[in-house]
């Protein structure tokens, strides 16, 4: 069964694979089609052997977005008992890049280049690791050749292991000169006690030096699987081949038992958490919260994402009116992080140099308290909702962050058209919700704080 | 959406509109870029003006952007807050972004609110409210900004090595000017400055939308009417110093776990005939994750994330010149290393150019990727309004795959020894100086300044 289209609501309506499966011909099993509200469509398949299709042709330019995307991050080697360390989910997509028992050192990229790819490159985060290239349309089948390839025959040697671990510390180090980076990453540490959404992505120094290729081997063969991962097609081609190409390609991988550890319970927090630090390099202050908030699919997304909206998106908002525009603040953000598990919503400001930081914390504070009141008008909501709307259609204009938005609510909520519902469901946002979900999560203690000054006492934004 | 009533009303005016603004899309300087988008959910308006941060008085640099952005900040009948509320609340947002050269206010709206926020648009550009606590506001955020700045390594490197190119000129501070010249800034000097620059000779509309061209033609002639005649006088002509020797600009940062490190000229003109050429050059030598630095200094060396080198990495060609970087930021202990290898890899490049594997490889990732620069609405309209304000000279994917595919190794070699030039250039270093001060006392021949105030002249 087709999905209706519901041309001027853009109502998308989930799949129903009941409804919709189709006999497996050639190993592929056909879910359901769903039209986005852009017009285009998104096929689901599944092969056989566990890998999800979601193919989205799109024939305006002679180009293709290829995506795949793996249900595994850095919260998973956490509770992988054999590592128990965070850091080789990321080094390990460094390593992906290296060769395999057909493709030569340094070869997988000089051959994407010279196909012509643009945004050839790969991302880690808590709950997936994904690897990108866009390409002409006549290099298709080049890129499933090359990225199936690396799916299952990778070769790391001690050579290449070595040196990339260079460019990864060079990478950790490009962080921990970032002062946002560094109250970023303490506001996780700081509000997780057992979750291993607590650790940082990257890892530590001391962690990274002490992975080895066997480390390296063995969380290759445990999570790089077929069955734990989706692959998504945006552009130029036409399903038939594409699917062919897909049984060709991925079909002769088998699937494999995938571990399914037990995910350690968060301790509910009682009271606020909060950590001091300094940079040597900032010349501000940096105060980062991060509020506990429900797992990615979770119906008070919608209220949080219009919360996070009033308070940081766009020049009529509150952070940017009250502190940006007043010349006390040089940067702010608010909005939550939606994960497969509970994390965090953060509110990040950062303080001009020379600026009284009580200036944040009670505007914040006199915006929370408003939205724990009720009382937030309609106006601010229509505004709010609007905006996400409208980044939500910029988004739809471009084939990487369409597959972007596909596989990360894929990943995060088992739902990939999550991120396209959000639409539909923050247009029911009411008052009452926003007062229901301030009240339930962005309360003092729910809230873990990061305050980061600079190292230099002179630099430092204090009135005391 | 709660303005479509008001949409149609404007779509229905705009066929009896008096032309303030008279659109032409051909001949010789057209001031209208249109891409339809059928699919497009969301609508996007340039407007540009021929002007930017190379008018900007000695004394007051960042005028430019203190004065465009001062247009947003409410308008003859809404306050800023009312002007934001309008604009967002409908599903659109406004801002201005200031180049050396050309200055964009863009709305970008969901696509069902174009007209309405169209209408919100000409408002602002042409009925600012320009109150002087409004501009002093304006002025307050960018000197956050700029204060900012200077806790930020990789800003740093980037004013440093600007100053170091195009000392002297009008191209020697970054758009945003400096913090001096900011506070220097009155009202008075912003509303002079928009009141020679806002005209209707110096304005150029790109629009990307899902409407019919002809409708999008209305609603800017309509809402645009009373945008003032004239043009502003010619934007000052550039003439870069030549670099002699070897300089060393080192700015100390202590504590800095990686080292910025930037090393240049000044680059081409948008309309060089062998700009192809070079740039098929550069893909191999430092724009790719296959090319020689990239290969050489991270997944070699391990010394550094990242490792590129091209025009288009500080100062894309444009109409007046632009800038060639080499920038890495190596993980401070293997700066010492780092900035004399990546010297060599430069001089071995300009005496030998490439080998004809990698010239072969070159063409080919050119070739192949040139069709995604017309991939979407949005690029194919970027591609044209680069070229009517620099003067790049259009290529189809067929001419341009003949330029490329004829590139020989002599031709290439010639293009780049007339060019590039290693033995002149600026060397930026911004890191901790224990790091910083190793490279130096390696480099022989090398002046050295030291850089402690990057918003003054040095």
Same mark, same amino acid.
């Given at each position: 069964m087709l999905m209706r289209f519901l041309a001027l609501t853009f109502l998308l309506t989930l799949p129903q694979p009941s409804a919709t499966a189709a006999a497996p011909k050639g190993g592929a099993e056909k879910i359901t089609e769903t039209r986005l509200p852009n017009g285009l469509m998104v096929h689901e398949y599944r092969l056989k052997n566990g890998l999800q299709l979601l193919f989205v042709p799109d024939h305006t330019a002679p180009v293709f977005t290829y995506q795949v995307w793996f249900k595994v991050g850095s919260a998973s080697e956490k509770l992988d008992p054999r590592l128990k360390k965070t850091g080789l989910a990321h080094f390990f997509e460094h390593m992906?890049?290296?060769?395999t028992k057909k493709v030569g050192e340094g070869q997988f990229d000089a051959k994407l280049s010279a196909a012509g790819?643009?945004?050839l490159n790969a991302t880690t985060w808590l709950d997936r690791t994904n690897y990108f290239e866009s390409l002409p349309k006549e290099k298709l089948e080049l890129a499933f050749e090359l990225e199936s390839d690396r799916m299952a025959n990778l070769v790391i040697n001690e050579k290449g292991f070595k040196n990339e671990l260079g460019a990864v510390i060079g990478e950790l180090k490009m962080r921990k000169d970032k002062p946002s980076s560094v109250a970023y990453e303490n506001v996780w540490d700081l509000a997780?006690?057992?979750?291993?959404?607590?650790?940082?992505?990257?890892?530590?120094e001391e962690e990274l030096h002490s992975f080895t290729v066997d480390d390296a081997m063995y969380f290759y063969n445990t999570h790089y699987a077929p069955n734990n991962a989706a692959l998504i097609l945006i552009g130029d081609f036409e399903i038939p081949r594409a699917l062919a190409l897909a049984e060709k390609y991925y079909g002769k991988y088998k699937s494999k038992e995938l571990p399914n550890p037990e995910v350690p319970q968060e301790p509910v927090q009682t009271e606020m958490r909060k950590r001091e630090l300094t940079h040597p390099l900032a010349n501000s202050n940096f105060l980062y919260w991060g509020y506990k908030i429900p797992d990615?699919? /979770?119906?008070?997304m919608a209220p949080l994402e219009v919360i996070g909206a009033i308070l /940081?998106?766009?020049?009529?908002?509150i952070l940017e009116r009250e502190l940006v525009q007043t010349g006390n603040a040089s940067s702010i953000g608010a909005g939550p992080n939606r994960g497969r598990y509970p994390g965090l919503f953060f509110v990040t400001i950062q303080m001009a140099?020379?600026?009284?930081d009580k200036l944040a914390y009670k505007s914040l504070e006199k915006a929370l308290s408003r939205f724990r009141n009720g009382d937030v008008t309609e106006p601010e909501i229509e505004r709010a909702r609007n905006q996400y709307l409208l980044g939500s259609y910029n988004e739809l204009l471009n084939a990487s962050t369409v597959g972007t938005n596909l596989g990360e609510s894929l990943v995060t909520?088992?739902?990939?058209l999550r991120e396209f519902q959000m639409i539909e469901q923050l247009k029911k946002v009411t008052a009452a919700d926003i007062k229901r979900v301030a009240n339930a999560y962005l309360v003092e203690k729910n809230s873990s704080l990061i305050r980061l000054t600079p190292a230099t006492a002179s630099a430092k934004g204090d009135s005391k | 959406m709660r303005s479509l009533i008001l949409a149609s009303l404007l779509l229905a005016l705009s066929s009896h509109a008096q032309a303030g603004v008279s659109l032409t899309?051909?001949?010789?300087?057209?001031n209208y870029l249109f891409e339809e988008d059928s699919k497009a959910l969301a609508a996007s308006v340039q407007l540009v003006f021929?002007?930017?941060?190379?008018?900007?008085p000695q004394g007051k640099e960042g005028l430019a952007k203190v004065a465009f952005r001062s247009l947003?900040?409410?308008t003859k009948t809404k306050n800023t807050e009312e002007f934001f509320g309008a604009v967002e609340r409908m599903g659109a947002s406004v801002d201005v972004d200031i180049g050396h050269s050309r200055v964009i206010v863009s709305l970008n709206t969901v696509s069902e609110n174009l007209p309405a926020a169209m209408s919100l648009l000409a408002e602002a550009v042409?009925?600012?409210?320009? +109150?002087d606590s409004d501009i002093e506001a304006v002025k307050e955020e960018e000197l956050a900004s700029l204060n900012q700045e200077l806790s930020n390594n990789r800003k740093l490197l980037r004013r440093i090595f600007r100053q170091a190119i195009?000392?002297?000129?009008?191209?020697?501070?970054?758009?945003?000017?400096?913090i001096e010249g900011v506070k220097a800034i009155t009202p008075d000097d912003v509303r002079a400055f928009l009141k020679a620059q806002v005209k209707s000779g110096s304005a150029i509309f790109a629009v990307s939308a899902n409407y019919s061209e002809k409708n999008v033609r209305g609603l800017i002639e309509t809402a645009f009417a009373a945008m003032p005649d004239g043009t502003p006088s010619d934007l000052p002509a550039v003439s870069a110093p030549v670099l002699k020797g070897r300089t060393v600009y080192v700015m100390d940062r202590k504590g800095s776990a990686t080292t910025e490190v930037g090393i240049g000229h000044i680059g081409i003109k948008a309309?060089? +005939?062998?700009r192809e050429v070079l740039e098929t050059g550069l893909h191999s030598f430092g724009?790719?994750?296959?090319s020689r630095l990239f290969k050489e200094?991270?997944? +070699?060396?391990?010394?550094?994330y990242g490792a590129y080198g091209g025009f288009?990495?500080?100062?894309?060609?444009r109409r007046y010149g632009g800038g060639f970087m080499i920038w890495a930021f190596p993980q401070a202990e293997h700066t010492e290393a780092l900035v004399p290898r990546a010297l060599e890899i430069y001089e071995e490049y300009v005496q030998g150019g490439l080998t004809a594997k990698e010239l072969d490889f070159s063409k080919k990732a050119q070739t192949n990727s040139y069709p995604f620069k017309f991939a979407t609405s949005r690029a194919r309209l970027q591609a044209r309004l680069y070229e009517l304000l620099e003067g790049a000279p259009p290529r189809s994917v067929s001419e341009y795959r003949k330029i490329v595919n004829g590139v020989t190794l002599g031709t290439l070699k010639k293009a780049i020894q007339q060019v590039h030039?290693?033995?002149?250039v600026a060397i930026v270093m911004v890191g901790d100086p224990s790091r910083t001060g190793a490279v130096i006392g390696k480099l022989k021949n090398v002046t050295v300044v030291r850089v402690t105030d990057p918003m003054t002249r040095f």
């Amino acid at each position: 069964m087709l999905m209706r289209f519901l041309a001027l609501t853009f109502l998308l309506t989930l799949p129903q694979p009941s409804a919709t499966a189709a006999a497996p011909k050639g190993g592929a099993e056909k879910i359901t089609e769903t039209r986005l509200p852009n017009g285009l469509m998104v096929h689901e398949y599944r092969l056989k052997n566990g890998l999800q299709l979601l193919f989205v042709p799109d024939h305006t330019a002679p180009v293709f977005t290829y995506q795949v995307w793996f249900k595994v991050g850095s919260a998973s080697e956490k509770l992988d008992p054999r590592l128990k360390k965070t850091g080789l989910a990321h080094f390990f997509e460094h390593m992906m890049f290296r060769g395999t028992k057909k493709v030569g050192e340094g070869q997988f990229d000089a051959k994407l280049s010279a196909a012509g790819s643009v945004g050839l490159n790969a991302t880690t985060w808590l709950d997936r690791t994904n690897y990108f290239e866009s390409l002409p349309k006549e290099k298709l089948e080049l890129a499933f050749e090359l990225e199936s390839d690396r799916m299952a025959n990778l070769v790391i040697n001690e050579k290449g292991f070595k040196n990339e671990l260079g460019a990864v510390i060079g990478e950790l180090k490009m962080r921990k000169d970032k002062p946002s980076s560094v109250a970023y990453e303490n506001v996780w540490d700081l509000a997780f006690d057992k979750h291993p959404y607590k650790y940082s992505v990257i890892g530590t120094e001391e962690e990274l030096h002490s992975f080895t290729v066997d480390d390296a081997m063995y969380f290759y063969n445990t999570h790089y699987a077929p069955n734990n991962a989706a692959l998504i097609l945006i552009g130029d081609f036409e399903i038939p081949r594409a699917l062919a190409l897909a049984e060709k390609y991925y079909g002769k991988y088998k699937s494999k038992e995938l571990p399914n550890p037990e995910v350690p319970q968060e301790p509910v927090q009682t009271e606020m958490r909060k950590r001091e630090l300094t940079h040597p390099l900032a010349n501000s202050n940096f105060l980062y919260w991060g509020y506990k908030i429900p797992d990615g699919k /979770s119906a008070d997304m919608a209220p949080l994402e219009v919360i996070g909206a009033i308070l /940081s998106t766009g020049d009529g908002s509150i952070l940017e009116r009250e502190l940006v525009q007043t010349g006390n603040a040089s940067s702010i953000g608010a909005g939550p992080n939606r994960g497969r598990y509970p994390g965090l919503f953060f509110v990040t400001i950062q303080m001009a140099p020379g600026k009284d930081d009580k200036l944040a914390y009670k505007s914040l504070e006199k915006a929370l308290s408003r939205f724990r009141n009720g009382d937030v008008t309609e106006p601010e909501i229509e505004r709010a909702r609007n905006q996400y709307l409208l980044g939500s259609y910029n988004e739809l204009l471009n084939a990487s962050t369409v597959g972007t938005n596909l596989g990360e609510s894929l990943v995060t909520t088992d739902n990939y058209l999550r991120e396209f519902q959000m639409i539909e469901q923050l247009k029911k946002v009411t008052a009452a919700d926003i007062k229901r979900v301030a009240n339930a999560y962005l309360v003092e203690k729910n809230s873990s704080l990061i305050r980061l000054t600079p190292a230099t006492a002179s630099a430092k934004g204090d009135s005391k | 959406m709660r303005s479509l009533i008001l949409a149609s009303l404007l779509l229905a005016l705009s066929s009896h509109a008096q032309a303030g603004v008279s659109l032409t899309t051909k001949g010789g300087s057209p001031n209208y870029l249109f891409e339809e988008d059928s699919k497009a959910l969301a609508a996007s308006v340039q407007l540009v003006f021929r002007t930017g941060s190379m008018v900007d008085p000695q004394g007051k640099e960042g005028l430019a952007k203190v004065a465009f952005r001062s247009l947003l900040r409410g308008t003859k009948t809404k306050n800023t807050e009312e002007f934001f509320g309008a604009v967002e609340r409908m599903g659109a947002s406004v801002d201005v972004d200031i180049g050396h050269s050309r200055v964009i206010v863009s709305l970008n709206t969901v696509s069902e609110n174009l007209p309405a926020a169209m209408s919100l648009l000409a408002e602002a550009v042409l009925e600012p409210s320009l +109150k002087d606590s409004d501009i002093e506001a304006v002025k307050e955020e960018e000197l956050a900004s700029l204060n900012q700045e200077l806790s930020n390594n990789r800003k740093l490197l980037r004013r440093i090595f600007r100053q170091a190119i195009f000392k002297g000129t009008a191209l020697a501070f970054p758009s945003e000017g400096t913090i001096e010249g900011v506070k220097a800034i009155t009202p008075d000097d912003v509303r002079a400055f928009l009141k020679a620059q806002v005209k209707s000779g110096s304005a150029i509309f790109a629009v990307s939308a899902n409407y019919s061209e002809k409708n999008v033609r209305g609603l800017i002639e309509t809402a645009f009417a009373a945008m003032p005649d004239g043009t502003p006088s010619d934007l000052p002509a550039v003439s870069a110093p030549v670099l002699k020797g070897r300089t060393v600009y080192v700015m100390d940062r202590k504590g800095s776990a990686t080292t910025e490190v930037g090393i240049g000229h000044i680059g081409i003109k948008a309309d060089r +005939k062998d700009r192809e050429v070079l740039e098929t050059g550069l893909h191999s030598f430092g724009e790719d994750m296959s090319s020689r630095l990239f290969k050489e200094l991270r997944e +070699k060396k391990g010394w550094t994330y990242g490792a590129y080198g091209g025009f288009d990495l500080f100062e894309r060609p444009r109409r007046y010149g632009g800038g060639f970087m080499i920038w890495a930021f190596p993980q401070a202990e293997h700066t010492e290393a780092l900035v004399p290898r990546a010297l060599e890899i430069y001089e071995e490049y300009v005496q030998g150019g490439l080998t004809a594997k990698e010239l072969d490889f070159s063409k080919k990732a050119q070739t192949n990727s040139y069709p995604f620069k017309f991939a979407t609405s949005r690029a194919r309209l970027q591609a044209r309004l680069y070229e009517l304000l620099e003067g790049a000279p259009p290529r189809s994917v067929s001419e341009y795959r003949k330029i490329v595919n004829g590139v020989t190794l002599g031709t290439l070699k010639k293009a780049i020894q007339q060019v590039h030039d290693p033995k002149n250039v600026a060397i930026v270093m911004v890191g901790d100086p224990s790091r910083t001060g190793a490279v130096i006392g390696k480099l022989k021949n090398v002046t050295v300044v030291r850089v402690t105030d990057p918003m003054t002249r040095f």
